[in-house]
């Protein structure tokens, strides 16, 4: 019986073969379709050879395709936003590992809390514990100081020290926070009135020896503390004849005061150089001591002056009690001096002698350990002149009297190259620089702290409550303060402008 074969699937020579379908993306290349390996029927099955494979035309190139770099490596980056870079950014991804110290704000790069606590960085990141604040009024410096290293430093067991020189209300701006820790604000009134630190306390000592204390922490003594205020009032230096004057009497002085079991004042000491014994000058010879008597007139006008009329009620008498039983008993020691005038020498000496009167007592009890800070918000006050020379070298023993000093300065390009604010900002190991209008303030801050370049506009467009933080050698990064409620009501500064603030 014959056989029949369906016409339709029956291959003939007339009918090519089918060509496989090209793919989207092979058309959108210009690619051939790829290649069968179904060999043709008619064919047979020997044919073999560079006849039996399909030639492939050059693709064509896309211009479009070309230039977003489908064909060849680009050796230039791609574009992308910061939110899906910030993956890649694994330094600053990483957390920190620290939990101990005093918490100051949030890190606004990587998200985190830092910690500005100059007792818990020393020694990893840190050589000293002084910190420094710059920044225009209004930016934040203050709620800082009383938040990061004030409040939370008392939480912390230490013991803090405000030299308040900025009035509020009627009193300083630090009085709410006294009166919210129940602790007293010693405040100082010229012409008498008010609380007295004497110049000539025994607790300064004359010749650095503390019981107590620990060897090396030698503070300034009387004679220097002297001689600094004596060179600020006659505005000049003294010489060595007036120097030596200066010396004779002071030992002469307490000498007697001591024998009396008394404190001697300074008016006692400018009655002794203007009017001396006969046996005062014997002590440089037959030669010299008879004229030795005659050296001592102009310093002691000066003394006398600041006695009466400059200095009244203020260094001139013993020390109040109270200044004394705030150091020992309480955590927080608030000196309110904002009813002295800012023209003249009597806030920057009271400053200075507070600072050596307390350097003095706690060298006398360096063996305790203790930690201190002190807060100084006008530090150009304290900056100046020979006084300031002392408050200085002072700070030079922070490490050894445990006492961490904490300033706050406003444009450091009108302070000379030769002042010791300077210094006081050089030193600081921890520096918080807020925000900053002059262009000549952002360029001197970047170029004592050798800041990036391009910090300058980075300062000069913060807000308030940010700052630019530099630890040590640290990398600057990014600060915003935080402030919990409480806080908030009990470091604001603006109640005079807007009223207070509700609790």
């Given at each position: 019986m014959a056989t029949t074969t369906n016409p339709t699937h029956a291959p003939t020579a007339a009918t090519p073969p089918r060509r496989p379908r090209r793919s989207l993306v092979r058309r959108v290349l210009g690619l051939p379709a790829p290649a069968t390996t179904r060999a043709h029927p008619g064919a047979g099955a020997s044919q073999s050879g560079p006849a039996a494979l399909a030639r492939r035309a050059?693709?064509?190139?896309r211009r479009w395709l070309d230039k977003l770099g489908w064909y060849e490596h680009r050796a230039e980056g791609a574009w992308t936003t910061?939110?899906?870079?910030?993956?890649l950014n694994l330094a600053t991804s990483r957390r920190s590992v620290r939990q101990e110290g005093v918490a100051?704000?949030?890190?606004k790069i990587s998200q985190e809390l830092e910690i500005l606590d100059p007792f818990s960085l020393y020694g990893e990141e840190i050589s000293g514990i002084n910190v420094c604040l710059i920044g225009d009024i209004g930016k934040g410096k203050s709620s800082l100081i009383k938040s990061a290293f004030c409040i939370r430093q008392l939480i912390a067991g230490r013991q803090v020290v405000i030299l308040d020189r900025k009035p509020q209300s009627g009193a300083g701006e630090y009085t709410p926070i006294a009166r919210a820790m129940d602790a007293a604000s010693i405040r100082f009134k010229t012409g008498g009135g008010g609380a007295c630190v004497n110049l000539l306390d025994?607790?300064?000592?004359?010749?650095?020896?503390?019981?107590?204390?620990?060897d090396g922490v030698v503070p300034a003594g009387q004679e220097a503390l002297v001689l600094a205020v004596l060179e600020d009032s006659m505005s000049r230096?003294?010489?060595e004849r007036e120097k030596a004057a200066v010396g004779m009497a002071l030992e002469m002085v307490n000498t007697d005061a001591r024998a009396e079991h008394r404190a001697p004042v300074i008016r006692e000491l400018a009655m002794r150089l203007l009017d001396p014994r006969d046996a005062d000058g014997t002590v440089l010879g037959k030669r010299w001591g008879a004229r030795a008597l005659e050296w001592g007139q102009e310093p002691g006008l000066a003394l006398l002056r600041l006695a009466d009329r400059d200095l009244k009620g203020l260094v001139d008498q013993a020390t109040s009690p109270d200044i004394r039983d705030a150091l020992e008993h309480n955590s927080l020691v608030h000196f309110d001096l904002s009813a002295l005038p800012t023209d003249g020498p009597a806030l920057r000496i009271v400053m200075t002698v507070i600072n050596t009167w307390?350097?003095?007592?706690?060298a006398a009890r360096s063996s305790r350990f203790q930690q201190t800070v002190l807060i100084v918000e006008e530090g150009w006050h304290v900056a100046q002149g020979s006084t300031g020379e002392v408050f200085?070298?002072?700070?030079?023993?922070?490490?050894?009297?445990?006492?961490?000093?904490?300033?706050a300065f406003h444009h450091i390009s009108d302070l000379p190259e030769t002042s010791p604010a300077r210094s006081l900002m050089q030193e600081a190991s921890i520096v918080v620089l807020f925000g900053q209008d002059r262009e000549d303030d952002v360029r001197e801050t970047c170029r004592m702290y050798r800041l990036p370049a391009?910090?300058?506009?980075?300062l000069m467009r913060l807000g308030r409550g940010q700052a630019l933080v530099k630890i040590g050698n640290r990398d600057p990064f990014l600060l915003e303060h935080i402030r919990s409620p409480h806080e908030i009501v009990l470091t604001d500064t603006d109640t005079a402008v807007k009223g207070p603030v509700a609790p």
């Open positions: 050059a693709p064509k190139r910061t939110r899906q870079a910030e993956a100051a704000g949030l890190n025994p607790a300064i000592s004359t010749g650095g020896e503390h019981r107590g204390g620990l230096s003294l010489d307390l350097a003095n007592r706690l200085q070298a002072n700070m030079k023993l922070s490490r050894g009297l445990g006492m961490g000093t904490v300033s391009g910090t300058e506009e980075a």
